[in-house]
């Protein structure tokens, strides 16, 4: 992993030298086979993954059983960023639809260097605010799919 490679990256376009210079030492590679599960719902939230190949969908369990699928995450997608805002817990579950390469890093060293550099911290806190945004949005989408669905089963 190199500056180069992580400024292509969505979430770090445009950064400063600098700043992936600092960046780039705290990530490293991890490879999921299909099938597996990067993080459960209710884990501790300990890292942030940046997808660089395959598919991982982000699933939703309601404690009243059953499971939602909120959105899928391709290359060049962030997921697990409650590690990244200091959440205690995973908040749904990351399951890879395929072989999934991807960056890993500890929320608390992007915390860490967050804190050091008041325009990263900006930055990267709009791209990853947006990014929950989003998914928030989709997750309701899905939710009035869900009770579309209901009805029409009602009737």
């Not at 200091?86 to 915390?111: E, F, H, M, N, Q």
Request: proline share 4%; charged share 25%; hydrophobic share 45%.
């Amino acid at each position: 992993m190199n500056s180069q490679e992580l400024a292509r990256l969505p979430l770090f376009e445009g950064l400063t030298p600098e700043q992936l210079a600092a960046l780039v030492p705290l990530f490293r590679r991890e490879t999921f086979p299909a099938g597996a599960t990067m993080f459960n719902q209710g884990d501790r939230a300990s890292d942030m993954y940046v997808v660089e190949a395959g598919e991982v969908v982000i699933r939703f369990f309601p404690y009243d059983g059953g499971s939602l699928d909120i959105e899928t995450i391709r290359p060049g997608g962030l997921l697990g960023w409650s590690a990244a805002i200091g959440r205690a817990d995973y908040t749904s579950a990351a399951v890879c639809l395929s072989a999934v390469r991807a960056l890993a890093i500890k929320g608390r060293d992007l915390r860490r260097v967050m804190r050091a550099d008041k325009n990263l911290r900006a930055v990267l806190s709009e791209r990853i605010a947006r990014i929950v945004a989003h998914r928030l949005e989709y997750f309701h989408v899905q939710l009035d799919k869900f009770f579309d669905g209901e009805e029409n089963a009602e009737n």
